[in-house]
């Protein structure tokens, strides 16, 4: 299952972990949140962004292999979500 991305093609099948996040700047600190916990603080924080997070074996025990697709809103993440969710029931 191929996901072609704006950050190129994505290999679905080695994906080990996907998640949805919210980027917000908290008091200077800026962390990655769950969309239910934006739901209910969100108006708390100042959201910068949304992202859709791919986590992939690693490369080696100290270097991660992420990717990482960046929205400016919740609505383009959810479109995204869609289409990947989709590749993954076909």
Known sequence: ????????????????????????DM?????????????????KVQIKSFVLVFDFP???EDVRNRVVLEFETKDELIDVMTEVAQLFQD
């Open 1 to 24: 299952m191929i996901y072609k991305s704006k950050l190129g093609d994505l290999d679905l099948s080695k994906v080990i972990r996907l998640y949805p996040a919210a980027v917000v």
């Open 27 to 43: 008091h200077g600190e800026v962390a990655e949140m769950s969309l239910d916990w934006i739901d209910m603080s969100g108006d």
């Open 58 to 60: 690693p490369l080696t």
